[in-house]
């Protein structure tokens, strides 16, 4: 019997799971499952067991009697649930899915804490093959600085270009295809300030021809595509930063415009209010839209960082006091005068994966040359400096706008720990997942460092559901404290220890697996919350949002994200509560990369201190790996 070609059983597969493998980015949207809404009785049952390692028994029994009360049947649960499923009608009908909007104004838009460090994740780049340039004195630009620059904007126009054309093939796994849509909200995006709760805007396809350009605290508004939509010569996009550079040098310093992209790092009830103002006046209206409708920011640094990566990665954080930048931006490119470079997002309109493959795609070409269609071009628009009408008040606000965030970039501990002992190919070689791994390695190094387990985070993507972006993987478990214990413990063998490692693994791979397939309970339970009438809030059915373990267990003093592979760049965020840490890593073939952040002003917190405890486990289960668990 003659075997049918790969190539027809694989198109034959992909039929059978009815979707279609087209180029157009957005083609599978429509075909894609809707995001379930969990049952209420999975729910229940999953809460109250991720409660078990957290509570006293005594605790968790009086937490479980208003669960119980919440999910009776035909109880409160039971009318909220009726509630979101008919919002989950409304909003698929628009494309969406019951979750999307809700996610985005309960865990962004209504957060009003600066987004700076707060919000705002950074990516640092890969230094260039050909290696970093020399720089420039202090308050200069360089050659290679600008010619980076130059083809890094060229590669990103290029990309924009392409999801307007919808030329980015779509995601795909095993399983089938994931959802785009975030993609739509990458180019020309912002988020805007408002009191109470803010927007964001966003526009697709992304039509606009400029970008904005920052230098010492300049803000530009720079055409970057022709008149009739061309595609410029990377030469001619350096020669628009060099007009930039040579604009700014040419004005003395005192005629200079203030710095009002520092407003962006102020509390959004203080921003809020001061951007309203502002609108209302014509010139700072136009220029804030300027800033709104452009593709993203691109930020020329006059300096470069210390090449050390505790100390480098910072500038790609949050800048010198907040300074040269506009946080509000989903993407915002920094590159500093010997070349080296990264990106500080926004975000609340994408998760980490969209804006990474961007970055990816950007890297793999880089040195970036011209394309076939970048024909010379001479009518570009000069570049445009934005102008401010700036009163005294205006004035007061920027100026205490970087007192503040000076003061918050002082509280931020953070590191990098970049690991090269092993890395993904050594832990499948021990059978072991990679990202259950280094959960593991989390959970042993905070219980090594602090005596005890705590409430842990990781996000788990559920984009193979119509507008999915992320659900809570909750880490700690009654199997991770048993393996956490066992493992410190002198007395029990390592064949016993081993057993609850991997016992602990599996259990949080059930749970990676369930929040993946929309099967978590903490947007389930924030759902049926935002489902209530002022007057069901205030009943005892409603208890159990009101008892400490509702709170208590999202109080995550361990907030965690699984970025691999990291080989182009790497990256991470600020710790979500005083006392925690904030953990984004990359694992690679052969190595780990990781930065861990904290707050100086909690004084039991000290990232350095913790990274030397995680490094320790990350040998120490080598070490047990090569002896145990890798066959010679």
């Known amino acids: 019997m003659s075997r049918l070609p790969l190539s027809l059983i694989d198109t034959l597969k992909q039929r059978l799971r009815g979707y279609t493998t087209s180029a157009k980015t957005f083609s599978n949207q429509a075909i894609l499952p809707r995001l379930p809404i969990p049952e209420l009785e999975l729910t229940s049952a999953r809460y109250k067991r991720s409660l078990l390692p957290l509570l006293s028994a005594a605790e968790h029994q009086q937490a479980s009697q208003k669960i119980d009360r919440f999910f009776a049947k035909d109880g409160l ?15 698929t009908a628009l494309g969406l899915n019951w979750l999307d909007r809700l996610w985005l104004k309960k865990g962004y838009l209504e957060y009003r804490i600066p987004t700076l460090i707060n919000v705002n994740w950074w990516n640092q780049f890969r230094d260039p093959v050909s290696g970093l340039g020399k ?49 739509k909200n990458m180019f020309g995006t912002s988020r805007i300030a408002a009191p109470e709760c803010d927007k964001v805007v966003t526009q697709w396809p992304c039509l606009n021809k400029h970008i904005n350009v920052i230098y010492k605290d300049q803000i ?53 209010p001061i951007r309203e103002s502002m609108e209302k006046q014509t010139l700072n209206a136009q220029s804030l839209k300027n800033i709104d409708d452009s593709i993203f920011v691109f930020c020329l640094d006059d300096y470069s960082s210390p090449l050390d990566l505790d100390l480098s990665h910072r500038n790609i954080f949050h800048g010198r006091n907040g300074r040269n930048r506009w946080f509000d931006k989903a993407l915002q490119f920094i590159v500093e005068n010997n070349g080296r470079a990264g990106i500080n997002g926004e975000h609340s309109p994408a998760d980490a994966v969209i804006p990474s493959r961007i970055v990816e795609d950007v890297l793999t070409r880089e040195p970036i040359v011209d394309s076939m269609s970048a024909a010379a071009i001479s009518n570009l628009e000069k570049p445009k400096v934005l102008q401010w009408q700036v009163s005294h008040e205006l004035g007061n606000a920027i100026r ?3 007192k503040n965030a000076s003061t918050l970039i002082s509280d931020l501990d953070s590191v990098l720990l970049h690991y090269g002992g092993y890395g993904s190919n050594m832990m499948k070689e021990a059978k072991v997942s990679p990202d259950g791994w280094l959960q593991m390695v989390y959970q042993l190094a905070y219980y090594r460092h602090y005596g ?58 059930e749970y990676m697996k369930a929040a993946s397939n929309g099967h978590g309970v903490d947007r389930h339970l924030l759902g049926l919350r935002c489902q209530m009438t002022p007057e069901e809030t205030a009943s005892e059915d409603a208890a159990i949002y009101r008892d400490p373990s509702y709170w208590g267990s999202q109080y995550w003093l361990l907030s965690t994200s699984n970025t691999s592979p990291g080989d182009l760049a790497w990256g991470g965020f600020g710790a979500v509560v005083p006392e925690g840490y904030g953990i984004n890593y990359a694992i690679g073939k052969e190595r780990v990369r990781m930065s861990v952040s904290s707050w100086n002003s909690y004084k039991d917190t000290d990232s350095a201190s913790f990274r030397k405890t995680i490094h320790g486990v990350l040998e120490e289960f080598g070490d047990v790996a090569q002896r145990y668990l890798i066959k010679k």
């Open 77 to 91: 649960a039971s009318t909220l649930q009726q509630r979101l499923h008919a919002l989950d009608d409304q909003e």
């Open 400 to 402: 205490t706008a970087e």
């Open 135 to 183: 720089g420039a004195p202090e308050g200069q630009v360089s050659d290679f600085q600008l010619e980076r620059s130059a083809g890094m904007i060229a590669g990103l126009i290029d990309y924009s270009n392409r999801v307007n054309n919808e030329e980015i093939p779509p995601d795909m796994s095993r399983s089938g295809p994931f959802c785009m849509h975030q993609l």
């Open 452 to 509: 005890k387990s705590c409430p842990t985070y990781e996000s788990a993507s559920t984009r193979k559901f119509r507008a999915g972006r992320t659900e809570t993987v909750r880490t700690c478990s009654t199997d991770t404290v048993a393996f956490t214990k066992a493992w410190e413990d002198k007395d029990i063998k390592m064949a016993d220890k081993l057993g609850l490692f991997e016992k602990a693994i599996g259990s949080h791979m």
């Open 220 to 272: 530009f508004s720079v055409q970057v595509i022709g008149p009739n939509g061309e595609t410029v010569p990377i030469k001619t996009l350096e020669e628009q930063l060099r007009q930039v550079v040579q604009q700014v040098e040419d004005t003395p310093v005192e005629k200079r415009q203030p710095a009002v992209g520092l407003l962006t790092t102020e509390h959004r009830d203080t921003w809020g």
